[in-house]
């Protein structure tokens, strides 16, 4: 069976990461939330005090991150190390979440997060979900998906997950947030986010996390 690359792009909070991680561990692929890479990369700069419009204070940082994805046994879930640290809690924390769009739209952070993504997805078998996958990291990738959900509800559940979490923040603010995030990444010049011509668009509002599975599951059997 050919092994292909499922990019699964779109808004934020519209269930891309879970619908990916359960694409990829039912048809036992890798996965790759870039999403989370760009997140370790704000981390490193506020905990390093990197001034954003400074290329050459980020070009130097960028090259002291390495960020790696870790399966941990115990928990049974991946975790993303910023220089070997787990910081996989940290990085969904709201602060995180108000910075990640403007650092994720600095060129030279994006040209090292993409090679990154490139090398890390070039055996395919793989499902990478985040805003350029499709455009940019892997144009050629077999299945194409562009999701999307009405921002009260993205609003709603991404509270409940951080609710779970023990953060609790009013409505409003992640409203606020979602769509601050969704400006600053569909306007930003470097690989914005935008459908692929040959993405197909899900829209989750009135999906469950299986329903959305089962469908991608079905494109990508289409495309083996
Ligand atoms: O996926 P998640 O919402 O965790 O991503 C956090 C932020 O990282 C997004 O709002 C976006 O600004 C940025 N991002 C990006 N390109 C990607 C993945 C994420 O610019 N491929």
Redesign the pocket.
């Known amino acids: 069976m050919p092994r292909i690359v499922i990019a699964i792009?779109g808004y934020?909070?519209c269930g891309?990461?879970t619908t990916a991680k359960a694409v990829a561990s039912q048809m036992g692929y890798g996965y790759i939330?870039?999403?989370?890479?760009?997140?370790a990369v704000?981390l490193f700069f506020l905990q390093e005090h990197v001034a954003l419009s400074n290329s050459r204070e980020v070009i130097a940082a960028l090259d002291n991150i390495h960020i790696a994805f870790k399966h941990n046994n115990r928990t049974g879930k991946n975790e993303t190390c910023l220089n070997g640290l787990n910081v996989e809690e940290e990085?969904?924390k709201m602060y995180i979440?108000n910075i990640?769009?403007e650092?994720?739209?600095i060129p030279e952070v994006?040209w090292a997060?993409?090679a990154q993504?490139q090398k890390m997805g070039r055996r395919r078998g793989v499902v990478m979900?985040?805003?350029?996958?499709g455009t940019k990291?892997f144009p050629n990738a077999e299945v194409k998906v562009f999701m999307t959900a009405d921002v009260y509800i993205r609003a709603k559940r991404r509270q409940q997950e951080l609710l779970a979490k023990g953060e609790m923040i009013n409505l409003e603010d992640i409203i606020q947030n979602l769509e601050k995030?969704?400006l600053?990444?569909t306007t930003?010049a470097e690989?914005p986010?935008v459908q692929a011509p040959d993405a197909i668009l899900l829209d989750t509002s009135h999906m469950t996390i299986e329903e959305q599975v089962e469908w991608v599951i079905e494109l990508a059997d289409r495309r083996l």
């Open positions: 792009d934020s909070s891309k990461s939330d870039t999403g989370a890479m760009y997140r704000s990085i969904r979440s990640v769009s650092v994720s739209a994006r997060m993409v993504q979900d985040g805003r350029d996958i990291v995030r969704d600053i990444d930003r690989s986010l």
